[in-house]
């Protein structure tokens, strides 16, 4: 068995160096130029429109549509209808997938259009991104130098501005003129990239006329073919409805590839932002409010996705009256989003309340009144004396003058103003702490030096009153003391 298995081994190492052989001699002998090969992928390349499960779908939509149109609504059982919603659902997923395909596709005849046209107008592929506009011009000029002759043709399909700009382009252009087989495969893809339009709009009519029908209230809040396309990504009406309002914001998001950074990529790829972009209400904002904008939309979609999946479920009456309001609600918020800032108002100050209030009369009044009363100085700069020489005219007349203080009379300041004390309140507290205050028995601060009026100065020992108290409570208190009379001895 082992024998067996390495001969087979031997058997392959010596067949595979000769078809690598073989093949590599191939190569070397055909190695195809790029305009060779481009020619190839466009010879090789089949038409989308030749694919059998594209006709046979488009096949499946006009069936349906009869079917929508003769068949009366009361004649089903309810069976029968569910199994016709439910073809009809995979019919629109089905769809949204081929329109995907065929968006692809013009994408792709629009480059190989281009190709074929470059040697005539090579700055016409610049001037005119839109791949319909590009064919409608292409076919306009054909084969003619001399652009300005088909203006009037020209202002037909394209603005004034893109007519300017193409005669001046076209007049300085190198371009030569194409050959018959050239311009023949030109009006070939031009053709191609006809029925491509008019087979995706076969299909967008038949989304948005079944979108309506399902999803009512999505249709009114974000369009029809978008209401396709998600419910198409996210695989269903239930599915939508499960997913939160901060995911919806990111269906259909392009993801970065090697391709799209390098500026290859078929769709434009926008940062943290997917279908929702495209609806009415997003494109129409500036660009610093439209991821704003986004959010916003996509918590009214979450809403509008429940409403609709409930009354499916359910079986209630479909319509669009929620997305309606919702849709007049978040434009009516983009409209005060867009408007400028008001200017700021200088509001005035309020009315003084000059009246006199009453205020309770007492110590904290009399202290107030004690701190913001006019001292001394005050009281002798805001004299002025009679008949005496001022100052310059311009210090005096803007009463920057010292008044009194700045005459001789103003020395009368300096004497000692002996200032009115208040008059202490004869209470308990008061006496006590005037008391404790002449005594000596403060926290500490106060000296133990007292004047008398017949010794003078005299030296009071601080504790020696609490020494009495202290033998007083001995003397009658201790534990050790027996029972002594408190009366006077005779």
């Known amino acids: 068995m082992a024998d067996a298995l390495l001969d087979d081994l031997d058997d392959l190492s010596d067949i595979e160096p000769q078809d690598n052989a073989q093949d590599s001699s191939n190569e070397d002998s055909?190695?195809?130029?790029?305009?060779?090969?481009?020619?190839?992928?466009?010879?090789?390349?089949?038409r989308l429109l030749d694919d059998p499960s594209l006709k046979a779908h488009l096949a499946s939509i006009s069936t349906s549509s009869l079917l929508q149109d003769s068949k009366p609504s009361s004649s089903s059982n309810d069976s029968t209808q569910k199994d016709a919603e439910y073809a009809e659902h995979q019919l629109i997923l089905?769809?949204?997938k081929h329109l995907i395909a065929l968006s692809q596709e013009i994408h792709r005849t629009h480059l190989t259009l281009c190709k074929l046209y470059h040697p005539k107008f090579p700055e016409l592929e610049e001037l005119l991104t839109d791949p319909y506009q590009y064919r409608s011009a292409v076919e306009i000029i054909g084969n003619e130098m001399d652009v300005?002759?088909?203006?009037?043709?020209?202002?037909?399909?394209?603005?004034?501005?893109?007519i300017i700009t193409i005669s001046v382009a076209g007049s300085t252009t190198n371009?030569?003129?194409?050959?018959?087989?050239?311009?023949?495969?030109?009006?070939?893809?031009?053709?191609?990239l006809d029925e491509l339009k008019e087979t995706q709009e076969k299909l967008t009519s038949f989304v948005e006329s079944r979108m309506e029908q399902w999803a009512p209230n999505i249709c009114a809040l974000i369009?029809?073919?978008?209401?396709?396309?998600l419910l198409a990504s996210t695989g269903g009406l239930a599915e939508l409805s499960k997913i939160p309002a901060c995911n919806l914001q990111l269906l259909g998001k392009v993801k970065m590839t090697s391709a799209s950074r390098g500026g290859l990529a078929t769709n434009t790829s926008k940062q943290h932002a997917g279908?929702?972009?495209?609806?009415?209400?997003?494109?129409?904002?500036?660009?610093?409010?439209?991821?704003?904008a986004v959010k916003a939309v996509a918590g009214k979609l979450a809403l509008a996705a429940r409403t609709d999946h409930v009354n499916v479920e359910s079986g209630r009456r479909r319509t669009d009256e929620v997305g309606r309001r919702f849709?007049?609600?978040?434009?009516?918020?983009?409209?005060?989003?867009?408007?400028?800032?008001k200017a700021q108002v200088v509001k005035a100050l309020p009315k003084p309340d000059l009246t006199t209030k009453k205020r309770r009369g007492g110590r904290r009044i009399r202290r107030l009144k004690e701190r913001f009363e006019e001292t001394e100085m005050m009281k002798q700069a805001n004299k002025r004396a009679f008949s005496v020489e001022a100052g310059e005219y311009g210090d005096d007349a803007m009463g920057l003058t010292l008044g009194m203080l700045s005459s001789k009379e103003g020395g009368a300041m300096r004497n000692t103003v002996e200032k009115k004390k208040m008059r202490q309140a004869n209470t308990k507290a008061s006496r006590k702490r005037a008391i404790q205050m002449s005594s000596g028995a403060s926290n500490g601060l106060a000296s133990s030096m007292v004047f008398t009026p017949v010794q003078?100065?005299?030296?009071?020992n601080p504790d020696a009153q609490k020494e009495k108290v202290r033998e007083a409570n001995n003397k009658w208190f201790q534990h050790t003391a027996g029972f002594q009379s408190a009366l006077p001895k005779k």
């Open 456 to 460: 003078g100065l005299e030296l009071v």
């Open 327 to 341: 849709y007049e609600e978040l434009r009516g918020k983009f409209v005060k989003w867009e408007e400028p800032d």
């Open 275 to 292: 279908y929702l972009t495209e609806c009415e209400l997003v494109s129409g904002m500036p660009n610093y409010l439209k991821m704003r």
């Open 148 to 162: 300005t002759i088909v203006n009037d043709r020209l202002n037909e399909v394209l603005t004034s501005n893109q």
């Open 94 to 96: 089905s769809s949204n």
């Open 175 to 192: 371009g030569r003129p194409l050959t018959k087989d050239e311009m023949d495969a030109v009006h070939t893809n031009c053709l191609y």
């Open 30 to 46: 055909d190695v195809p130029d790029d305009d060779d090969e481009a020619e190839t992928d466009r010879k090789q390349r089949p």
């Open 223 to 229: 369009g029809s073919s978008l209401a396709a396309k």
